[in-house]
């Protein structure tokens, strides 16, 4: 069973701080996406990753693919307030159970002013 | 604007009611897709339909049917209640052919709390 394992689960900083999310997994992925959840919300998709080492950038956010395609990173600079939400990382695969797309649990970001 | 629809942002209901949870999007999209999102557990896939009239099981469809009677429209039925079926209930849909690297548009949520 292919999973993907987000660290950390919950991350509270101050606004103006950097912090990076982490995604890994022991299985290969044809593509990696990131969604943003906002309180009351649905995820909304942030990024497609699909080329080992693709480095995106969005804004302050920065996205990146590992070598391998078996992890992958958000990074964000000086964080607002705006960013607080559940980040939730998505990986591509062919088959099985899961409609092509198996989701992380999710690092749920809290940014204060 | 592109939109998924879920009809009831929250729901109590009781055990063993029969639970109808609509879902409707007007980007003419062949996949939609079904999952339970409850913390510590992350989005959890129920079911999902490629197509009209097709459905597939997800991780977790036990207690659960689905009905895609038409394109537009994906159903989610809880048979009969049970308070473990607490939970926050996510609705997406997605563009056929895009299968690693669609985009998954997802509705508001439904809340549905089974007491």
New interface residues.
């Given amino acids: 069973t292919q999973l993907l394992e987000q660290s950390p689960q919950f991350l509270s900083i101050q606004e103006g701080e950097n912090l990076t999310v982490y995604c890994n997994s022991s299985s290969v992925f044809s593509s990696l996406q990131w969604y943003r959840q906002e309180p009351g919300e649905g995820p909304v998709l942030l990024v497609t990753v699909v080329t080992g080492g693709e480095v995106k950038k969005l804004k302050r956010l920065t996205f990146q693919f590992g070598d391998a395609r078996k992890d992958s990173s958000l990074h964000i600079t000086a964080a607002q307030p705006g960013d607080t939400g559940l980040y939730l990382c998505a990986g591509g695969t062919y088959g099985g159970s899961q409609g092509n797309l198996i989701f992380g649990k999710g690092t749920k970001l809290s940014v204060k002013p | 604007d592109v939109k998924?629809t879920q009809s009831s942002r929250y729901l109590v209901k009781r055990t063993g009611e029969k639970v109808f949870l609509e879902c409707v999007q007007d980007m003419d999209h062949e996949?939609m897709?079904w999952y339970r999102q409850d913390p510590?557990?992350?989005?959890r896939?129920i079911y999902?339909s490629y197509d009209v009239k097709m459905k597939?099981?997800?991780?977790i469809p036990e207690g659960y049917s689905v009905s895609r009677e038409k394109k537009e429209r994906f159903s989610l039925i809880l048979e009969s209640a049970s308070t473990n079926q607490t939970s926050m209930y996510?609705c997406?849909s997605r563009q056929q052919g895009n299968?690693?690297?669609g985009?998954?548009f997802?509705?508001?949520?439904s809340r549905l709390t089974v007491l």
């Avoid at chain 2, 510590?40 to 989005?43: A, D, E, M, N, P």
């Avoid at chain 2, 597939?56 to 991780?59: F, H, I, L, Y």
């Fill in positions: 998924v996949n897709f510590g557990l992350g989005l896939l999902f597939e099981k997800g991780d996510l997406a299968l690693l690297t985009e998954l997802f509705g508001e949520g």
